[in-house]
């Protein structure tokens, strides 16, 4: 969990306190939670607006404090062991309550803050996030920084830690504590090239079933909702290529005779980038929802509120 005060705010309230309780140096405690978010002591330093040695230096403390090395490198950084993420969910919760306690004003001023906000989607959400939010999020919020994440079977966990901000996915999230928003949903279209031999204005069902199709699953299964439909039809049709990500679909669209069915979102990212455009899909397929995942502690945060009403904003209009 993110307290909703700056890094450097808590620092600058903390050196105004008594520096010790008992052994416990207060400045730790925030350089803890840094490091436990960042799990990297160059991007924990920048976060808390400390030198990198400042903070290897507190690190060190926090080992000798704690008796534990609290965490371990690894290829892609540090690696908490278990005492670090047993202390990890009480931390950002006390850093907030003492902020509350010490009458930290709760605002947020996206023009001059630095924030930085991690979301967990599948390359459908990456592409609708460019051109849908990118524009607005860093024209009212210069200075905030938005970390992408590849959907992972961790995701819940990372989200009831505090290490995602939110999840953009059409499931619904087993974690306790998490609120579901639903942001938007998107019918399927047919992308092929723009001088397909065959196909006019429209496909007929016989064509959709004849013509060869990129089909786009990100498990590699060879089914799936056009398949279902067209079963109920006693119709089937033919896979030629199945690629995992909605991205590459249009592309082979392109350079090939081959149907690709896709949302219409993803449709308008490539027509007229492409030599492809968009017809309707002769059959009716259920549409993709989107819904982003939270968890209820970050309700007040105001700096959180805000990225949540942004993308509720945006991609709610984006279609």
């Given at each position: 969990?993110r307290?909703s005060?700056?890094?450097?705010?808590?620092?600058s309230i903390?050196?105004?306190?008594?520096?010790?309780?008992?052994?416990?140096?207060?400045?730790?405690?925030?350089?803890l939670?840094?490091l436990?978010?960042?799990?990297?002591?160059?991007?924990?330093?920048?976060r808390?607006?400390l030198?990198?040695?400042?903070?290897?230096?507190a690190?060190?403390?926090?080992?000798?404090?704690?008796?534990?090395?609290?965490?371990?490198?690894?290829?892609?950084?540090?690696?908490?062991?278990?005492?670090a993420?047993?202390l990890?969910?009480?931390?950002?919760?006390?850093l907030?309550?003492?902020?509350i306690?010490?009458?930290?004003?709760?605002?947020?001023?996206p023009?001059?803050?630095?924030?930085?906000?991690?979301?967990?989607?599948?390359d459908?959400?990456?592409a609708?996030l460019?051109?849908?939010?990118?524009?607005?999020?860093?024209?009212?919020?210069?200075?905030?920084?938005l970390?992408?994440?590849?959907?992972?079977?961790?995701?819940?966990e990372?989200?009831l830690?505090?290490?995602?901000d939110?999840?953009?996915v059409?499931r619904?999230?087993?974690?306790?504590?998490?609120?579901?928003?639903?942001?938007?949903?998107?019918?399927?279209?047919?992308?092929?090239?723009r001088?397909?031999?065959?196909?006019?204005?429209?496909l007929?069902?016989?064509?959709?079933?004849?013509?060869?199709h990129?089909?786009?699953?990100?498990?590699?299964?060879?089914?799936?909702?056009?398949?279902?439909?067209?079963?109920?039809?006693?119709?089937?049709?033919?896979?030629?290529?199945?690629?995992?990500?909605?991205?590459?679909?249009?592309?082979?669209a392109?350079?090939?005779?081959?149907?690709?069915t896709?949302?219409?979102?993803?449709?308008?990212l490539?027509?007229?980038?492409?030599?492809?455009?968009?017809?309707?899909?002769?059959l009716?397929?259920?549409?993709?929802?989107i819904?982003?995942?939270?968890?209820?502690?970050m309700?007040?945060d105001?700096?959180?509120?805000w990225?949540?009403?942004?993308?509720?904003a945006?991609?709610?209009?984006?279609?």
């Amino acid at each position: 969990m993110r307290p909703s005060m700056s890094y450097r705010k808590c620092m600058s309230i903390i050196r105004n306190m008594p520096k010790t309780h008992g052994k416990m140096d207060l400045n730790l405690l925030v350089a803890l939670d840094a490091l436990l978010r960042e799990r990297s002591v160059t991007r924990a330093a920048l976060r808390v607006g400390l030198t990198q040695p400042s903070m290897s230096r507190a690190l060190g403390r926090l080992r000798a404090m704690l008796g534990d090395a609290l965490f371990v490198r690894s290829g892609r950084g540090l690696v908490p062991t278990p005492r670090a993420l047993a202390l990890q969910p009480e931390l950002g919760g006390a850093l907030e309550r003492l902020a509350i306690v010490v009458g930290e004003q709760r605002s947020f001023d996206p023009a001059s803050a630095e924030r930085t906000f991690h979301v967990s989607t599948a390359d459908y959400g990456m592409a609708i996030l460019a051109p849908f939010v990118t524009a607005s999020l860093f024209g009212q919020g210069p200075r905030v920084r938005l970390v992408l994440h590849a959907q992972s079977a961790n995701d819940d966990e990372a989200l009831l830690e505090g290490r995602l901000d939110a999840l953009l996915v059409p499931r619904r999230p087993s974690t306790p504590g998490c609120v579901w928003t639903r942001l938007l949903s998107d019918e399927f279209v047919c992308l092929v090239r723009r001088e397909h031999p065959s196909v006019g204005a429209e496909l007929s069902l016989a064509q959709y079933g004849s013509l060869g199709h990129v089909f786009v699953s990100p498990t590699l299964a060879t089914a799936g909702v056009a398949d279902q439909a067209l079963a109920r039809r006693g119709l089937r049709r033919r896979v030629s290529v199945v690629v995992p990500s909605f991205l590459a679909a249009p592309v082979i669209a392109a350079e090939s005779d081959l149907i690709a069915t896709v949302p219409s979102r993803i449709a308008k990212l490539f027509v007229g980038r492409l030599p492809v455009r968009s017809i309707p899909v002769p059959l009716t397929l259920p549409p993709v929802t989107i819904s982003m995942a939270w968890h209820e502690r970050m309700r007040r945060d105001p700096a959180h509120a805000w990225f949540r009403r942004l993308l509720v904003a945006e991609l709610g209009r984006g279609g």
